[in-house]
């Protein structure tokens, strides 16, 4: 039968920062000496240290056009010498990477049109089969019950339809892969956008910021708002000097999350 899915967000993997190296690099690469951040995390960190590298301005000694250094917060700087200066590229450095599973084929449509600084690595259609399909219970239809049961008939259908074609070519028995994979990828027509699957996502954090933006916006399709929403909330928690000028206002009971200051 046909499950309800409620789309999940998880932090599989982000930036480290690599303590030696870094420590090197300002020492007897750029000639710092004794530099620290209270950076919160290796994103903010790298962010800090990539913004600093462009001015030289760890201290007054490495650049005399120079009079004040050392007085900002990590946070600080990333919010004024970054964001609000727009220096966005410095926010490519640092990425993150999510798996959102339980999403539909609509959902992962839309994601992938964001291009610049994204990765992506979707379950494939050719490859496995479509015959346990959760769908996504937009809540303008939950709201509507005849509406709502006949989305569960529609995939009921199309789980019946990818049962008979299974059946009809005897796919469980066959022994020719690469025919399994054709009849595979053929059986998956029938089965429409709304099933669910799941997409591993990375994204740098000016590419992030642009797209939580774009997505959570009010004239989003629910679903993505739903999981930008999720994303911008794990950021914030992890990245604060990211992602801490958001404005968030709520939208349909989903958060709306707009950066005044897109860069
Ligand atoms: C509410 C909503 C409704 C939408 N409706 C439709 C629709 O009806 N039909 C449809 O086809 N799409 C639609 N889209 C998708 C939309 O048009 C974009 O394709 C999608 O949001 C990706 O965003 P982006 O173009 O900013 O790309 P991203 O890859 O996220 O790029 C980020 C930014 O980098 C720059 N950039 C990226 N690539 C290039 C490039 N090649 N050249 C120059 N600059 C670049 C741009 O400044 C861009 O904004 C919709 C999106 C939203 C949020």
């Keep these: ?12 993997a982000e930036t ?5 190296g870094l420590g090197a ?3 007897s690469g750029l000639g710092v000496e004794g530099w620290e951040s209270d950076a919160e995390s ?5 962010t800090e240290v990539a913004g600093k ?30 964001i609000k200066m727009r220096h966005g590229s410095v926010l490519e450095h640092a990425t993150v990477t999510f798996a959102f599973v339980d999403v539909s084929r609509v959902f992962t449509h839309e994601l992938v049109r964001h291009r610049a600084g994204t990765a992506f690595s979707q379950v494939s259609g050719r490859y496995v089969r479509s015959d346990d399909i959760g769908y996504f219970l937009p809540k303008v239809i939950a709201d509507r019950p005849e509406a709502a049961g006949i989305f569960e008939e529609a995939f009921k259908t199309m789980e019946d339809w ?28 029938l089965i429409g956008n709304g099933q669910s699957n799941h997409i591993i996502f990375t994204a740098n954090h000016r590419a992030l910021r642009h797209i ?14 739903h999981v930008f929403a999720e994303v911008y909330r794990l950021c914030l928690a ?9 404005l968030v206002t709520l939208v349909g009971g989903i958060n709306e999350v707009s950066f005044a200051g897109h860069v």
Aim: hydrophobic share 40%.
């Design 238 to 246: 992890r990245y604060p000097a990211i992602y801490s000028d958001a």
């Design 1 to 12: 039968m046909p499950r309800i899915v409620i789309p999940k967000v998880f932090v599989l």
């Design 16 to 20: 480290m920062v690599v303590s030696a």
């Design 25 to 27: 690099f300002l020492q």
């Design 42 to 46: 290796p994103a903010e960190l790298l």
């Design 162 to 189: 990818a049962a008979d074609l299974a059946r009809s070519v005897d796919i469980d028995n066959m022994k020719d892969f690469s025919l399994k994979k054709t009849l595979t990828s053929a059986f998956r027509r």
């Design 53 to 82: 590298s462009c001015y030289l301005s760890f201290d007054k000694s490495l650049n005399k056009n120079l009079t004040r250094t050392g007085t900002r917060t990590n946070h600080e700087y990333i919010q004024e010498q970054i």
């Design 212 to 225: 939580i933006h774009m997505r959570t916006s009010r004239g989003a399709e629910e679903e993505i708002r």
